[in-house]
């Protein structure tokens, strides 16, 4: 049974994220992920559930759709929450929750895994769900590889030093590390899935628990 997904109306089709050097996830595993796509069933970025009504994704892909115009959602957004200090991406705090209108069923050098449906290195969109292993990166390693410009709370994880990592339709997809969400897919070297390069960087989950669990126990947007 193909996994549910949800529909937004497409605004612009640039600043996308794809597994690189991934393989096919097995038949019914990560059923928590979700295709977020347009309104031509053209996949933009990923998501993943942390409770049967609400989405985590990367907010910079608020910047790709419009939430409120598709007439061709299969599943309804009742609600959308950008983190308030999120400005662009690459300057840090890009997550975002939506929660949908009806329920869903659903260390340095360890290795955890990304996921999505974006492109490979044939640079293909992909029908079936790909997964991909890579290594947390310590974090002043991944600062100097990046020139000391990351913004706060993140972490980095594959695309240096290895030829795995995402790109082009993975944003807001979960890294996952023992079984257990602790970053969201956000954003890569100007967009350049030719790895080796520079580290991936993610939205670090845990830096944002109080405002997620706002969110859930109020079920409205904190300020």
Same mark, same amino acid.
């Given at each position: 049974?193909?996994q549910?997904?949800?529909c !937004?109306?497409? /605004?612009?089709?640039?600043?996308?994220k794809?597994?690189?050097?991934?393989?096919?996830?097995?038949?019914n595993?990560?059923?928590?992920?979700?295709?977020?796509?347009s309104?031509?069933?053209?996949h933009?970025?990923?998501? !993943?559930l942390?409770?049967?009504?609400? /989405?985590?994704?990367?907010?910079?892909?608020?910047?790709?759709?419009?939430l409120?115009g598709?007439?061709?959602?299969?599943?309804?957004?009742?609600?959308?929450?950008?983190?308030?200090?999120?400005?662009?991406?690459?300057?840090?705090?890009?997550i975002?929750?939506?929660?949908?209108?009806?329920?869903?069923? =659903?260390?340095?050098?360890?290795?955890?895994?990304?996921?999505?449906w974006?492109?490979?290195?044939?640079?293909?969109?992909?029908?079936?769900?790909?997964v991909?292993?890579?290594s947390?990166?310590?974090?002043?390693?991944?600062?100097?590889?990046? *020139? *000391?410009?990351? =913004?706060?709370?993140?972490?980095?994880a594959?695309?240096?030093?290895?030829?795995?990592g !995402?790109?082009?339709?993975?944003?807001?997809?979960?890294?996952?590390?023992d079984?257990?969400? /602790?970053g969201?897919?956000?954003?890569?070297r100007?967009?350049?899935?030719?790895?080796?390069?520079?580290p991936?960087?993610?939205?670090?989950?845990?830096?944002?628990?109080?405002?997620?669990?706002?969110?859930?126990?109020?079920?409205?947007?904190?300020?």
């Amino acid at each position: 049974e193909r996994q549910q997904v949800i529909c !937004f109306l497409l /605004v612009k089709e640039n600043a996308l994220k794809m597994i690189i050097n991934g393989n096919k996830a097995p038949e019914n595993s990560m059923q928590y992920m979700v295709s977020l796509q347009s309104k031509f069933g053209f996949h933009l970025c990923g998501g !993943f559930l942390i409770r049967e009504d609400v /989405v985590v994704t990367a907010a910079h892909c608020d910047e790709l759709h419009n939430l409120k115009g598709s007439n061709r959602r299969l599943i309804k957004i009742q609600s959308r929450c950008k983190h308030p200090d999120y400005k662009t991406v690459g300057l840090g705090n890009d997550i975002m929750l939506l929660k949908v209108s009806i329920s869903l069923s =659903p260390t340095d050098n360890q290795i955890c895994s990304v996921a999505g449906w974006g492109k490979t290195l044939n640079s293909h969109d992909v029908d079936d769900l790909q997964v991909v292993n890579v290594s947390i990166i310590n974090p002043k390693v991944c600062q100097q590889q990046w *020139n *000391n410009e990351l =913004p706060p709370n993140v972490i980095c994880a594959g695309g240096y030093n290895t030829n795995k990592g !995402f790109c082009q339709g993975d944003s807001g997809g979960p890294l996952v590390c023992d079984g257990k969400a /602790v970053g969201v897919v956000s954003f890569n070297r100007n967009a350049n899935c030719n790895y080796p390069d520079a580290p991936n960087v993610y939205t670090d989950i845990s830096k944002y628990l109080p405002w997620i669990n706002k969110f859930l126990m109020e079920n409205k947007c904190p300020l």
